[in-house]
């Protein structure tokens, strides 16, 4: 029985109450309980929120404390106590004495003999007999945690391949190197077939091989004709190139748009505006295709920048525009010169061939009056710095 039932088990007026357990002086009937039932039935009337028997109450008239005093007061060599024999000593009803030696009993603070009589218990030895099982009990529980913990984390080297798989998968699904030509065209044939809504290609380098024409020429043109927006950027010196202008004719016609400007851009397809085809470094037979939201998000906001500063390719040839693209390669020219650019290297980022590159910047030199690209060079550092602040 736990501490407050000694409080239910009597009245107002000391009588037991009926659940209260009869003991007789030889023989009780209230059952023992094991150490770990008793420290459970003791600490539900323990102190708020610790789990533990009360402590002994400071009023002397405490049945618990009255009884637990008689009892290490009896002489030794007395007959053990029965709870009749203390219930005659300390002049307390039977009732409330044997409740609180049952709550005596749970505690571990006595023992009864083979007589069925009570014997005080050192608090300490009550300690270890009551505590003790729990203990192991908390041991036994310890060491099962340990080793659930072991068996569970023995799964982690297989989750973390998992992981490192599903990485893998999702970088695949959003970043794809293709290192074969073959594969490369078949995956912008495969885009450009499911294509619904808008094409964007930027197209670096000049005028276009014929073979890569005649290529896309047909894929484009099945794309426009499914209602397909196109946009097409090249460098001013794609109009010069035959093959290039009869390509941008036939697109054209179909309601494609095409731009030029003087300066290297980078090459890329954007499909969609969710899927992006981009050159791989010092290979031509490779291509990345790029899927990752915000990657194509960037290059298409990229590819609106240079749109707004390039021109329309006009497939008529206008003297006066073809005099301006000049003028501007012209320019462009002078300011690589400036930046200390070889002939190849301006060649290769106008898309010019060296040999108009060269023709270029021998006409430069003559208007400059300069014998040499160095002292053209200077010149034209020179008139840079001599113009006036707008």
């Not at 569970?152 to 695949?172: C, G, I, N, V, W």
């Not at 397909?228 to 460098?235: A, D, E, G, N």
């Not at 073809?322 to 002939?343: A, N, Y």
């Amino acid at each position: 029985m736990a501490i407050p039932d000694i409080l239910r088990a009597q009245g107002d007026d000391g009588t037991p109450d009926s659940a209260a357990p009869a003991e007789t002086a030889s023989a009780g009937t209230a059952p023992e309980t094991t150490a770990p039932a008793a420290i459970g039935a003791a600490a539900a009337g323990g102190t708020a929120g610790t789990g533990l028997p009360a402590p002994p109450s400071e009023d002397p008239e405490d049945p618990l404390t009255r009884v637990y005093t008689c009892l290490l007061a009896r002489d030794p060599a007395q007959p053990p106590a029965y709870s009749a024999d203390l219930a005659a000593e300390l002049e307390l009803p039977l009732a409330r004495v044997e409740s609180a030696v049952s709550a005596l009993l749970d505690m571990g603070l006595l023992r009864r003999t083979p007589e069925r009589a009570v014997l005080p218990v050192a608090p300490d030895e009550a300690v270890q007999r009551t505590l003790g099982p729990l203990e192991r009990e908390m041991r036994a529980r310890r060491q099962h945690m340990e080793r659930a913990r072991e068996q569970l984390m023995a799964f982690m080297p297989l989750y973390e391949s998992h992981l490192l798989r599903l990485t893998h998968l999702r970088q695949a699904e959003y970043v794809e190197l293709l290192t074969d030509l073959r594969a490369v065209r078949e995956a912008i044939t495969e885009l450009g077939r499911t294509c619904e809504r808008e094409v964007m290609t930027a197209q670096p380098g000049g005028g276009r091989r014929a073979e890569v024409l005649e290529e896309a020429v047909a894929r484009d043109e099945e794309l426009l004709r499914r209602g397909v927006r196109m946009r097409v950027l090249y460098q001013h010196t794609a109009r010069f190139s035959s093959g290039t202008c009869a390509y941008v004719e036939r697109i054209g016609r179909l309601g494609a748009q095409v731009r030029t400007l003087d300066d290297e851009f980078m090459r890329m397809l954007v499909f969609d505006r969710s899927t992006a085809v981009i050159p791989v470094p010092d290979d031509p037979h490779a291509a990345v295709l790029v899927r990752e939201p915000h990657v194509v998000a960037f290059m298409v906001g990229a590819y609106e920048r240079l749109w707004l500063e390039a021109l329309p390719f006009e497939t008529e040839w206008d003297r006066q525009t073809i005099m301006d693209i000049s003028d501007e390669l012209k320019q462009t020219i002078v300011r690589l010169l400036t930046e200390g650019l070889t002939d190849a290297a301006i060649a290769r980022r106008l898309g010019l061939s060296v040999r108009s590159c060269r023709r270029h910047v021998a006409d430069v030199m003559a208007a400059l009056g300069a014998e040499s690209r160095f002292q053209a060079g200077y010149l034209l550092a020179q008139q840079e710095r001599e113009q006036p602040s707008p």
